[in-house]
């Protein structure tokens, strides 16, 4: 254990699992039984002996994976210990009875201890990064531009600048406000530039990550409302709540459509105006309708008039069929962001059905078309497509809904229509996704069974720095990210409950858990005792109930593990009260890591993230370049580390392809973090000591074995999600399950994740049977995102069943 103020209680603890040189007399009974107790002791101990091999200071990495594959938790039948013969003694790496029998816990059946360091496959050191991207003197990309160019320059009303500027301290535009903003204010423009058409187009916006694209679509629409509604302009002037919606931005995240609203009402909250007769913002009402929210509030507010409207898609498309008294007739803007999102699989038809019924509905002018006439109101409805990763998405949209659109970008492209919709395919090759220049994109290569460990040492490196031989803490925020639900809950829990002492973080119902394994052994082999069978607790540990769901205490938690740094989760199956609070507290706490799904990858401004960690590879490389992006945002530095598996190597050509470009950090790097004494080369004990007390955490408690279990299949069905460019990478043939299993703290891989315990979980599994296309049972079951619950996989119920007649109807 560390000794010198570490702020990471990695090893030792109640349930390290270091246990040591146990000598146990054996008692009572026949003496066939105490001699048979008496081995079992004896080879626990060497056993011992044989998880702490690092200490030897062996080299463990690579090692040769054995020809019969072996290494694998499940050993060939040959190498398997029989009860009758008991140890093997000369063959360390072979698993005896002891370490058998010592996996006799929480599933009832036999496991094997097996060491971190040994059958790992060989990882290739070869593979240079092409360009040297994370050098020091990179000039941001995302950053507001350098030259002479202001807001007031481009024709933002004056008011507006100084409040952006007062208020804001946004001072300068950033490259894609600079090149977006003139053609998004069209014939409302003040200032004339005979290159921009001075008509109203629809806009395709496509720019880096935290390049400010949220204000590049929000501001011009504040800017004409408000000029609009100035009677000095010598226009006749008009602005009435009365109006109705007079724009729709639609996100594909409730936290993004949250984030949208904040920005809107900041820029809203603009003082009025010093010129007598002016007048100004107070008319128009910003609002928001998500899911998660009730839905006669929403009405109510709808009723009374929201003009600019922050919405996802399910719920528009359902306030647009249901609620009366929602006006749209005047609609003048439809922001689609994070388009490419929005017109994905899933999406994609409730988007149809709004266009449709927004066309439908703005057809027949309403009663103000009088009053909307003068220059700052579009002619037409004019729909703006935004995102980072947008291609042939806008295809997909132009013949539908887009008319003639503009393709702007942060570099400086400003393509006629027929470039950005006919050109779009012919351009895909050189239209790579970039990420901002000054992000430093870096990629682990570990082997499966080394995963978790690594994971830990790479947070342990962001929070802590050695200073004069002494570890001290640092403030960093970190967002990991996972490919499903049931990971996030499984992490969020053990790195908030590892470490700590029994009986605290664990429910009454696991008390018989409480028994520290080695003893338990010793127990059933003196006693001759059969296991006791274990049950599924009552209470899961997460997700929370409906109760946590409606009153959020708290978001976050700490552990011993990672000793004072707030742990928070987000994704999609948690209550919209603790997303709400996770994304509120994390955006504004100092230092904290966050592990989460692909619910927040995009768009989510969380300010000063330093590190991305990608534990589980994304399932499309626009995923990526979202993930990546929520570090390095407006010009700050920036690191993103990707986890990858030995056999995935691969995928870093496909970014290279991309441009992507990730150096690789050797996983020894990383493990070194460990290692308690500045001097000592040795990671291998503190990563097996931290293994080790991982997996007693995760076996003390049924609970959070079950969990496990469940994160375990939910992660490897995510697994086979990946698009089929990827899939000879990423595929299932490929994962060694033993090994992948110890990444989830387990000794060996769980059976069957339908193996269900509880009453409740076999009804709730038996109704998701029932559901069309969910016949989870079925071993051959095919999976697929479950839009719904945005951007995550949560298990079973997410899952889409083979293809049968039926469903195929
Ligand atoms: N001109 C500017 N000057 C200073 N700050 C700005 C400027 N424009 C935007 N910002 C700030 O930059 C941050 C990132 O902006 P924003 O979230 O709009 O980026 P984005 O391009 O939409 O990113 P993403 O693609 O991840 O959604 C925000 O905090 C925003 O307030």
Same mark, same amino acid.
């Given at each position: 254990m560390d000794d010198d103020g570490l702020m990471f209680n990695f090893g030792g603890g109640s349930d390290s699992g270091a246990v040591t040189n146990r000598k146990t007399a054996a008692k009572g009974g026949k003496w066939r039984d105490r001699l048979k107790a008496k081995k079992a002791a004896k080879s626990f101990n060497r056993n011992q002996g044989m998880l702490s091999e690092g200490s030897t200071g062996q080299p463990a990495l690579p090692k040769q994976p054995r020809s019969d594959g072996a290494g694998s938790t499940r050993l060939p039948k040959s190498d398997k210990p029989t009860t009758k013969d008991g140890v093997k003694p000369k063959d360390n790496s072979k698993p005896t009875e002891a370490h058998t029998t010592a996996s006799k816990i929480a599933h009832g059946k036999a496991q094997v201890m097996s060491? @971190?360091? =040994?059958f790992n496959p060989t990882i290739e050191r070869n593979y240079k990064a092409e360009k040297d991207v994370n050098r020091g003197d990179v000039v941001p990309s995302n950053a507001p531009v350098a030259d002479t160019t202001t807001f007031l320059g481009i024709g933002i009303e004056p008011d507006l600048v100084e409040h952006m500027t007062n208020k804001l301290s946004i001072t300068t535009p950033t490259n894609i406000q600079k090149n977006a903003l003139p053609i998004l204010l069209g014939p409302s423009r003040t200032v004339l530039d +005979? %290159?921009? #058409?001075?008509k109203d187009v629809d806009v395709v916006v496509q720019a880096q990550t935290g390049s400010g694209k949220t204000l590049t679509y929000l501001l011009p629409i504040v800017n004409r409302l408000i000029s609009a509604s100035t009677s000095l302009t010598g226009v006749a002037a008009f602005g009435d709540r009365s109006v109705g919606t007079v724009a729709i931005i639609l996100t594909p995240t409730r936290e993004l459509a949250q984030q949208v609203l904040t920005v809107l009402t900041s820029i809203l909250s603009i003082p009025p105006s010093k010129t007598p007769g002016k007048k100004r913002n107070h008319w128009i009402v910003p609002g928001i309708v998500i899911g998660g929210d009730k839905k006669s509030s929403e009405k109510a507010r709808l009723r009374k008039g929201v003009n600019i409207l922050v919405s996802t898609p399910g719920r528009l498309l359902d306030h647009l069929k249901t609620t009366k008294s929602f006006s749209i007739e005047n609609l003048k803007w439809l922001v689609l962001d994070e388009a490419d999102r929005l017109l994905d699989l899933g999406f994609e038809e409730t988007i149809k059905d709004i266009m449709k019924i927004i066309d439908e509905r703005t057809a027949t002018p309403g009663k103000f078309k009088q009053a909307m006439t003068n220059k700052f109101w579009p002619k037409r409805r004019q729909t703006v497509l935004c995102s980072a990763t947008l291609r042939d998405d806008v295809q997909k949209l132009a013949g539908q809904s887009l008319v003639d659109p503009v393709f702007v970008s942060g570099n400086g492209d400003v393509s006629s229509m027929a470039v950005a919709t006919q050109g779009m395919s012919a351009r895909e090759d050189d239209a790579k996704f970039t990420t901002p220049n000054q992000l430093k994109q870096t990629c682990v290569l570990t082997p499966a069974k080394l995963r978790l460990v690594t994971l830990l040492a790479m947070l342990k490196s962001c929070y802590t720095t050695r200073k004069g031989g002494r570890m001290t803490h640092k403030n960093n925020k970190v967002i990991v990210f996972f490919s499903c639900c049931d990971s996030v809950d499984f992490h969020y829990d053990l790195f908030i409950n590892a !470490? %700590? #002492? *029994?009986?605290? !973080?664990?429910? +009454?119902?696991?008390d018989s858990d409480d028994e520290d394994p080695t003893q338990k052994i010793l127990r059933e082999v003196l006693d001759g005792q059969p296991p006791k069978k274990k049950h599924a607790s009552r209470k899961p540990i997460t997700p929370p109930t409906q109760q946590a769901k409606d009153e959020v205490v708290g978001v976050s938690g700490t552990g011993k593990l990672l000793e004072h740094v707030p742990i928070f989760r987000l994704h999609g199956d948690l209550g919209q009260a603790i997303r709400s609070q996770t994304y509120q507290e994390f955006g504004q706490a100092q230092s904290g890591v966050l592990l989460c799904t692909d619910v927040a990858a995009r768009g989510l401004d969380l300010p000063d993230v330093n590190r991305i960690i990608q534990y589980d590879a994304p399932s499309d490389l626009k995923d990526y370049v979202h993930r990546v992006g929520r =570090? &390095? *945002? @407006?010009?700050k530095a920036g690191e993103a580390s990707l986890f990858l598996l030995p056999s995935e190597m691969e995928y870093l050509d496909i970014l290279k392809a991309q441009d992507l470009h990730a150096s690789i950090i050797p996983v020894e790097t990383v493990l070194a973090h460990l290692t308690t004494h500045a001097n000592s080369q040795d990671y291998q004990t503190p990563a097996q000591e931290l293994q080790n007390m991982l997996e007693q955490c995760v076996l003390r408690s049924s609970e959070r074995m079950n969990l496990a279990r469940k994160s375990y299949w939910s992660s490897v069905r995510a697994y086979t999600t990946h698009s089929a460019a990827e899939k000879h990478i990423f595929h299932i043939k490929k994962l060694h399950l033993g090994h992948y299993a110890k990444s989830f703290a387990m000794r060996e891989a769980p059976s069957d994740m339908n193996e269900t315990n509880s009453k409740t979980q076999k009804k709730r599994q038996q109704k998701n049977d029932r559901l069309p296309g969910m016949n989870t049972s079925n071993n051959r079951t095919k999976r697929k995102y479950d839009q719904a619950s945005e951007f &995550?996989?949560? !298990? +079973? &119920?997410s899952m889409v069943g083979p293809r049968t007649k039926r469903n195929r109807k």
């Open positions: 060491s @971190l360091f =040994t +005979a %290159k921009i #058409p001075s !470490g %700590k #002492p *029994r009986n605290e !973080g664990e429910n +009454a119902s696991d =570090t &390095a *945002r @407006l010009g &995550a996989i949560s !298990g +079973a &119920a």
